[in-house]
C-alpha cells in the first residue's frame, strides 16, 4: 500500500513539473506559429498580413503593459482561433465549383484582387500544403487556450502562496508535511532491514537531486540577473547593426531613440517601448509593400535635370552618346558619368526610389526571400520580448519575496570591499560587481583609442579631441565634463547615419560640394553624403560599441 502511494505520488509530483513547464512554455510556441503561418512563403496575401497583425499586437501588448496584456490574453486567443477557423473554412470552400465566380460577383473584386487576399484555386497536395499550416496553428492555439491559459495567468498572478516567505500555517495548512505520525513510526519499526536500507539510499538520492536542484536555481538566479544587466546593451547593439547593415530613413529612427534614451537608465522602458512600435509598422509595411496591386514605380522617379548637368563641358560630337546613355539604362549611364565627373559620380541617381530610400523594396527587385527581408526586426523584437520577459520575472520575483532591488550594477550581492581581502573568489567578485566602476574611465579611454585608429577621418579627429581633453584632466573634473562628451556622441551617432543616408533621391538636389574644387578622397574623409559613393557606413558600427559603456559610465560621476 506504501509503495502504491510513493508510486502515485511519484507519478503527481512528475506529471505536476511536465505540466509547469508546458505551462510557461507553450505560448513560446504560438509565438513561433504566428511566424511560421506569416512568413512560410514569399507568397505574400492578405489573410497572412492579418496574421502578422495579431502577432505584432501580441508582442506590442506584452511589451508595453503586462497587466494589460493578462487581461487581454483570453479574447486575444479567441478572436485567434476564430480567425484561423475562417480562413480555413474559406481556403477550402474557395475550390469548389463555381465558388471563384460567386466570390466575384459577391465581393465585386477580379480574379487577381481575390488572389492578394489569399484566395486562388490549387490541385490536391497544393490544398493540403496550403492547408497544414493553418491547422496545426489552430491546434496550437486551442491547446493553450484551453489547457494553459488559466495556469499560466496563475503563474503571474502575486498572491500569498507564491511568497515562501509566509508561513504555511495562514496558507491553511494544519499539519507541516514534513511531521510523521505514530502509526508510521510503528511501521516504520516493523520493516525488514532491506526496506531500511532501501529507503536510506532513496533520501541519499534525494538529497542530491534537491542540492542538485538548489545549484541550478542559484545558477539561473545569476543568469537571470546578468540578462537584467545587459539585455539592454546587446540589444541596442543589435539595433544599430540591423540599421546600418540596412540603411533606411526608418531604420534612422532606431538608432536616433539609442541615441536619446540609452544615457539615461529611467528611459529604458520608453526606449524599449519605441522601438517595438517602430519595429513593428517596419515589418508591417515592408510585406503590405509586397502586395501584388502595389507598384513600386509609383515611388520613382527620373531626375531629368541630370542631363543639362551631365552636358557641361562635353563637346558637341559626345553630347549625343551621352543623351543617350543618360535615357537608355542607368548602368550605362553611370560609365558616362564617371568619365565626366570622375571619382565623385554623378551628382544625384538618374532613376531615384523614394521606397528604397525609407526602407521599402520589392522582394523580388532585390532577390531575396520574405523571411531574409524581415528577418533583421522579427529578431529584434524578439529580443524585445525576451527583454520583457526578464524585467517581468525580476519584478515578480522582487515582490513575491519583498525583497530589496539590488544596487545599479551589481550582479553578485552581500560582496563589500572589506570581504574582497579574504580570499580570490571575493576578490573576483569584488571586481565583477566594481570593476568598471573603478577602471570604466580607462576601459573608456582604452575603447576610444581603438576607435579613432580604425575610422582615421574627421569623425577621429573629434574623438581624438575630446580623449585630448580629458586624459589630462583629474577625475573630479572629468566627471563634470563627462555628460558633455556623452551629448556630444549622442549627437554625432544619428547625425553620422544621416550623412550616410543622405537626402532622398527623388529631390535629385545636387550637394554643393559637386560645384567645388574639393577633391573627391578629401569628401570621403570628411564623411560628407553621395549618392553614388556614401561614406562607409560600417565606421558607424565603432561608436555603438562604446557607447552603451561610456553612457553606463556617466551614472558613476
Request: charged content about 15%.
Amino acid at each position: 500500500m506504501m509503495n502504491s502511494d510513493s508510486h502515485n505520488e511519484l507519478i503527481a509530483t512528475v506529471y505536476a513539473r511536465i505540466h509547469k513547464i508546458f505551462t510557461k512554455y507553450w505560448v513560446v510556441m504560438c509565438v513561433a506559429m504566428f511566424l511560421i503561418v506569416s512568413l512560410e512563403d514569399d507568397n505574400v496575401v492578405a489573410y497572412k498580413i492579418i496574421y502578422m497583425i495579431l502577432f505584432l499586437a501580441f508582442v506590442a501588448l506584452y511589451r508595453i503593459s503586462f497587466s494589460v496584456w493578462r487581461r487581454a490574453m483570453a479574447g486575444f486567443w479567441w478572436v485567434t482561433v476564430v480567425y484561423s477557423i475562417l480562413v480555413l473554412i474559406t481556403i477550402y470552400t474557395y475550390q469548389f465549383k463555381n465558388f471563384p465566380q460567386y466570390w466575384q460577383r459577391l465581393t465585386h473584386l477580379d480574379k487577381a484582387e481575390l488572389q492578394a487576399l489569399g484566395l486562388s484555386q490549387h490541385d490536391t497536395s497544393g490544398l493540403f500544403t496550403k492547408l497544414l499550416t493553418p491547422t496545426l496553428f489552430v491546434l496550437v492555439c486551442n491547446i493553450q487556450l484551453h489547457y494553459f491559459h488559466r495556469p499560466l495567468l496563475g503563474l503571474t498572478r502575486i498572491t500569498n502562496e507564491n511568497n515562501p516567505n509566509i508561513p504555511r500555517r495562514k496558507l491553511g495548512v494544519d499539519e507541516d508535511p514534513g511531521s510523521v505520525n505514530v502509526n508510521k513510526k510503528a511501521e516504520d519499526s516493523s520493516r525488514s532491514g532491506h526496506v531500511r536500507r532501501r529507503k536510506r539510499s532513496s533520501q541519499w538520492l534525494t538529497s542530491k537531486i534537491k542540492k542538485l536542484y538548489s545549484y541550478w536555481m542559484k545558477i539561473g538566479e545569476l543568469w537571470w540577473r546578468i540578462l537584467e544587466l545587459h539585455m539592454v546593451k546587446f540589444m541596442c547593439l543589435v539595433a544599430v547593426l540591423v540599421s546600418i547593415r540596412d540603411l533606411c530613413a526608418a531604420n534612422f529612427l532606431l538608432v536616433f531613440y539609442i541615441a536619446v534614451c540609452l544615457p539615461y537608465p529611467k528611459l529604458r522602458g520608453t526606449l524599449t517601448s519605441l522601438m517595438t512600435v517602430t519595429c513593428s509598422l517596419m515589418v508591417l509595411a515592408r510585406m503590405v509593400y509586397q502586395l501584388s496591386y502595389i507598384e513600386s514605380t509609383w515611388f520613382q522617379r527620373r531626375c531629368n535635370n541630370t542631363l543639362s548637368g551631365a552636358l557641361k563641358g562635353v563637346s558637341s560630337d559626345e553630347k549625343p552618346d551621352v543623351e543617350a546613355a543618360l535615357n537608355a539604362s542607368v548602368h550605362i549611364w553611370k560609365n558616362y558619368s564617371e568619365a565626366i565627373w570622375g571619382s565623385w559620380g554623378q551628382p544625384f541617381p538618374n532613376l531615384s526610389d523614394s521606397a528604397r530610400w525609407a526602407g521599402l523594396s520589392k522582394i523580388s527587385d532585390i532577390n531575396i526571400s520574405l523571411s531574409s527581408y524581415v528577418f533583421d526586426h522579427v529578431v529584434l523584437l524578439l529580443l524585445l520580448l525576451v527583454d520583457a520577459t526578464v524585467l517581468y520575472h525580476q519584478t515578480f520575483l522582487e515582490k513575491i519575496k519583498c525583497a530589496k532591488p539590488l544596487p545599479h550594477g551589481v550582479l553578485i550581492p552581500g560582496i563589500s570591499r572589506r570581504e574582497a581581502d579574504t580570499d580570490m573568489g571575493h576578490m573576483i567578485k569584488y571586481l565583477i560587481n566594481y570593476g568598471f566602476y573603478k577602471f570604466g574611465l580607462e576601459v573608456c579611454y582604452v575603447v576610444t583609442v581603438v576607435v579613432i585608429s580604425v575610422r582615421l577621418d574627421v569623425g577621429s579627429i573629434i574623438h581624438w579631441l575630446w580623449l585630448l581633453l580629458l586624459v589630462f584632466l583629474p577625475r573630479r573634473i572629468v566627471s563634470h565634463i563627462w555628460p558633455c562628451y556623452v551629448f556630444a556622441l549622442a549627437i554625432m551617432l544619428p547625425a553620422q547615419y544621416l550623412m550616410c543616408l543622405g537626402l532622398p533621391p527623388s529631390l535629385c538636389h545636387k550637394y554643393p560640394w559637386f560645384d567645388t574644387s574639393l577633391k573627391f578622397n578629401l569628401s570621403i574623409w570628411l564623411y560628407l553624403p553621395n549618392y553614388v559613393n556614401p561614406p562607409n557606413k560600417w565606421f558607424l558600427f565603432g561608436k555603438p560599441c562604446f557607447f552603451p559603456e561610456i553612457s553606463r559610465f556617466i551614472q558613476f560621476t
